[in-house]
């Protein structure tokens, strides 16, 4: 890990018609929001690639109206976490890796493996899948030539791209297990931090850490307060100042005041942006 890492603040997606009229200004046409967003937010998790794979096109397009420095996480497909659950995915992680995520260059953030809620921990499936994820650019090439042509036509164009990295969230108990954990560690791909009263840890598995924060984790909370933003900022600022990139997305169910939050804690880190 380098000296001193980098934090990122954003949110769940970036199209959500509440925020017309409240984090976007009234009148603002809709192909300008994500530039406007990205003025103000650092990073922001696309889920789009959780229903169906992109286009390389769709991917250059967004990283192209967003600044140097700002990174994009990507939801991995549906396909694999719920519909063949973690077996028997090799080609859809194949297609899923050719489609096109390469095209956002310098702004590919982590991948994120949300896991159903009543997916248990099978230590095989889950140890295989772990496996098969590409950790650098050379393993994420090999795997994506094996993509089906008939499905898609392979992007393998790296340029600018940075390290590949991987982030998981288990959503069953079954997975609280210390074997899970060192599993992740073993390699490097970062457990998410949910900040919910269900899950409230906040393990660290890898050399950088990637919140969905969901809570606060307690149960009369209705959203996060000032205080909340505050404590949250102290413990990133340790895990930065260790070394540790830190991507942190409000994703809980107040979605309306997640932009906000979002730029409270960045703010909160001393970390200034031209929306400001």
């Keep these: 890990m380098s000296a001193t890492g980098t934090i990122r603040t954003g949110t769940a997606g970036w199209v959500y018609a509440p925020w017309r009229g409240t984090f976007y200004p009234k009148g603002l046409v809709q192909k300008k929001e994500l530039a406007h967003a990205a ?47 973690l077996k028997n995915s090799a080609e859809p992680l194949a297609n899923f890796f050719a489609s096109g995520p390469l095209a956002l260059g310098s702004r590919l953030g982590p991948f994120i493996w949300q896991l159903p809620p009543n997916l248990t921990y099978d230590p095989d499936s ?74 409230p840890a906040r393990e660290l598995t890898a050399d950088f850490a990637y919140c969905r924060l969901q809570g606060p984790a307690r149960a009369d909370a209705t959203g996060y307060t000032d205080a909340d933003i505050a404590e949250w900022a102290a413990t990133m600022g340790q895990w930065r100042d260790a070394g540790r990139d830190v991507y942190a997305y409000f994703v809980h169910e107040d979605k309306l005041h997640a932009p906000a939050n979002a730029i409270a804690l960045r703010q909160a880190l001393g970390i200034s942006r031209p929306g400001d």
């Design 39 to 85: 003025d103000r937010l650092t990073s922001i998790e696309i889920n789009a690639t959780f229903r169906a794979n992109q286009k390389p096109a769709s991917f250059a397009r967004w990283a192209g109206k967003t600044p140097e420095g700002f990174r994009f996480s990507l939801k991995g497909p549906q396909l694999v976490t719920h519909i063949r659950r």
């Design 126 to 199: 889950f140890a295989a899948f772990l496996q098969m994820l590409p950790k650098d650019i050379e393993n994420y090439l090999a795997l994506a030539q094996k993509a089906d042509p008939a499905r898609v036509e392979p992007f393998l164009d790296a340029s600018g791209v940075g390290p590949i990295r991987h982030a998981i969230e288990p959503r069953h108990q079954s997975f609280d297990a210390p074997e899970v954990n060192a599993l992740l560690s073993r390699h490097n791909i970062a457990r998410v931090i949910a900040d919910t009263t269900e899950s």
